[in-house]
């Protein structure tokens, strides 16, 4: 089956500082891809949805100037998480659809950002 | 606006015997798609089983099947021969399917734990 590949896996870095988080789709093109966030014990709520070629679509309360998202290929698409501050740890999941099949959708690993 | 609910905060059940999860949805459009996910500890999205709004038959993969009463907008998820590795987190999930608005909605979830 398509395979949805997150980097990294995990991650701590200090507050102030920036973190990318790469999602890759390996053997499909995606035209759009979801980013999500779960805190602990809590489900995933979408942050944003990432347009090949365009901008991203972001989902209220979610700041866009903090949150970056790029999706410059079919295939990778980027969320970096600008001047971390320990609020913004959590675990972070990217997730892609093939255009053509609704029955579908791929997650990546998800990526546990921890702020100190 | 899409909506799941699910009731169950924990579950509990005995190796070996089945299980029915709760989910509930709300939608005012008849064309959508629901899904059930587990997630382990590790963090990873596993899908499990997809029930499309026109789908006639309950869907069945395995030892999952997917108990779909349109009229009641209900989509529960029965696992039958429950085994110990099944504990885990699960999420009902859905998406429409031609409204362009493809992103997951999830549920709050239902922690399942199976006894020896």
């Known amino acids: 089956g398509a395979v949805v590949s997150q980097h990294p896996s995990w991650v701590i870095c200090k507050s102030g500082t920036s973190v990318k988080i790469e999602c890759r789709s390996l053997d499909f093109q995606a035209t759009t891809m979801f980013w999500y966030r779960q805190f602990p014990k809590q489900s995933l709520m979408l942050m944003a949805t990432s347009n090949e070629g365009s901008k991203a679509t972001y989902e209220q309360g979610v700041e866009k100037d903090k949150f970056l998202i790029n999706h410059a290929s079919l295939t990778l698409s980027t969320l970096t998480v600008t001047s971390a501050h320990p609020e913004d740890s959590s675990f972070y999941i990217c997730?892609?659809?093939?255009?053509?099949?609704?029955?579908?959708?791929?997650f990546g690993q998800g990526t546990r950002l921890t702020v100190v | 606006a899409q909506k799941i609910t699910q009731t169950q905060p924990g579950m509990f059940v005995q190796e070996k015997e089945a299980v029915t999860l709760d989910c509930t949805y709300d939608?005012?459009?008849?064309?959508?798609?629901l899904f059930w996910y587990k997630q382990p500890s590790s963090g990873e999205m596993i899908f499990l089983i997809y029930q499309g709004s026109y789908d006639q038959q309950n869907a069945t993969e395995g030892r999952y099947s997917l108990n779909f009463q349109k009229a009641r907008k209900s989509a529960n998820l029965v696992i039958s021969a429950s085994q110990l590795g099944d504990s885990a987190m699960y999420f009902c999930a859905m998406s429409l399917l031609y409204t362009g608005r493809r992103a997951l909605t999830f549920g709050s979830g239902t922690r399942l734990q199976v006894q020896p």
């Open positions: 997730s892609a659809r093939q255009a053509a099949k609704n029955t579908e959708a791929f």
């Open positions: 939608t005012s459009d008849p064309s959508y798609g």
